[in-house]
C-alpha cells in the first residue's frame, strides 16, 4: 500500500462558528428578501449545505483520526512481521 498522505482538515470550532454565523446571515437575507417580494441569491438548499458541513466537521476529524491511527497499526505490523523474519534467519 503506498504512502498516500490523508487529506488535511484544518477546520475548527471557530469555523463552526463562522458557519453559524454565515447561516445566521444567509436566513436574515432570505427573511428580507420574502418581505421585500424579491428572490435571494442563495436559499434553504445553501443553508442545509451549511448545516451539514458544520455538522460533519467533528465526523471528519474521527474519520481522520481512525485512518490514521489504522495506518499506524498496519505499520508497527509491517515492522514486527520484517523483525520476526529476520530473528528467524538469524
Known amino acids: 500500500m503506498p504512502d498516500v ?3 488535511q482538515i ?6 463552526s462558528e463562522a458557519l453559524a454565523d454565515i447561516i445566521w446571515f444567509i436566513k ?3 427573511t428580507a428578501c420574502q418581505d ?3 428572490s435571494a441569491e442563495l436559499g434553504e438548499r445553501h443553508i442545509e ?3 451539514r458541513f458544520r455538522v ?5 476529524s474521527e474519520i481522520r483520526h481512525r485512518a490514521m491511527a489504522a495506518e ?14 529476520k530473528g528467524k534467519a538469524k
Open 36 to 38: 421585500r417580494g424579491t
Open 49 to 51: 449545505a451549511l448545516r
Open 72 to 85: 499506524h497499526r498496519e505499520k508497527l505490523a509491517q515492522h514486527f512481521a520484517s523483525v520476526a523474519k
Open 28 to 30: 436574515g437575507r432570505l
Open 10 to 15: 484544518e477546520a475548527d470550532s471557530t469555523d
Open 56 to 60: 460533519s466537521l467533528q465526523a471528519m
Open 5 to 7: 498522505p490523508l487529506p
